[in-house]
């Protein structure tokens, strides 16, 4: 097992495959956390489709839900490779960003807004599998995983590009909520002279 960068002691040898140890281990469980992660999302993405009305947010949240179907396996192959088996275990985080984007649908009248309110929710569990995958593909890469590191990464890019086409999307309609509720209240929310008002 290769591995970092490590202090200097009389039994050196003993502490550096200790640390290692620790990594994988943090590495393992880790990588069962996302996994139950993506599966909870095979399950929550179709209720944010349903709840979509503009159809190239439909059309950006099936594509994904497709690519998150594939990440699924995906980490059964990261998992394989590193010799593990592939185990799911609760991500509270997931958990919880999910059931925050119910209350968002919930709270919101199917429309424009609530659609403002569901690219927010989906954004926040983009990041946080950017965030997720960018360490994970670190400590692969740490650990002389480099089957493990070139899948995480893969999936690292389709988060990436998923976050992206949804702030791209959020151009239009964030104008198209602040005019909704110009409409309400006739009192002028969004400068006329910026139009465009995209997520990040
Ligand atoms: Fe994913
Ligand atoms: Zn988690
Ligand atoms: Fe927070
Ligand atoms: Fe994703």
């Known amino acids: 097992m290769k591995s970092a960068q490590n202090g200097t002691s009389s039994n050196g040898v003993k502490i550096k495959s200790d640390v290692a140890q620790g990594l994988h281990d943090l590495f393992v469980d880790e990588l069962k956390d996302i996994y139950w992660a993506e599966k909870e999302l095979t399950k929550s993405i179709p209720?944010?489709?349903?709840?979509?009305?503009d159809e190239k947010l439909k059309k950006a949240l099936?594509?994904?839900?497709?690519?998150?179907?594939?990440?699924?396996?995906?980490?059964?192959?990261?998992?394989?490779?590193?010799g593990e088996k592939a185990v799911a275990k609760k991500c509270e985080a997931m958990a919880g960003l999910t059931k925050e984007a119910a209350e968002i649908m919930e709270e919101t009248e199917k429309g424009v807004v609530r659609?403002?309110?569901?690219?927010?929710?989906?954004?926040?569990?983009?990041?946080?599998e950017i965030a997720t995958y960018g360490t994970l593909a670190a400590f692969a890469k740490a650990l002389g995983?480099?089957?493990?590191?070139?899948?995480?990464?893969?999936?690292?890019?389709?988060?990436?590009?998923?976050?992206?086409?949804?702030?791209?999307?959020?151009?239009?309609i964030n104008v198209k909520a602040a005019d909704e509720d110009e409409q309400d209240t006739e009192t002028p929310v969004a400068t006329k002279k910026k139009r465009i008002v995209s997520n990040h």
Request: aromatic share 2%.
């Open 47 to 53: 209720k944010m489709i349903k709840n979509a009305s």
């Open 62 to 82: 099936s594509e994904h839900l497709e690519e998150t179907k594939s990440q699924v396996t995906r980490l059964e192959e990261v998992f394989s490779s590193i």
């Open 115 to 128: 659609d403002a309110g569901i690219i927010l929710a989906a954004q926040k569990v983009e990041h946080y």
């Open 145 to 172: 995983e480099t089957e493990a590191a070139s899948l995480l990464v893969e999936t690292l890019n389709e988060e990436k590009s998923a976050d992206k086409k949804l702030s791209k999307i959020s151009d239009s």
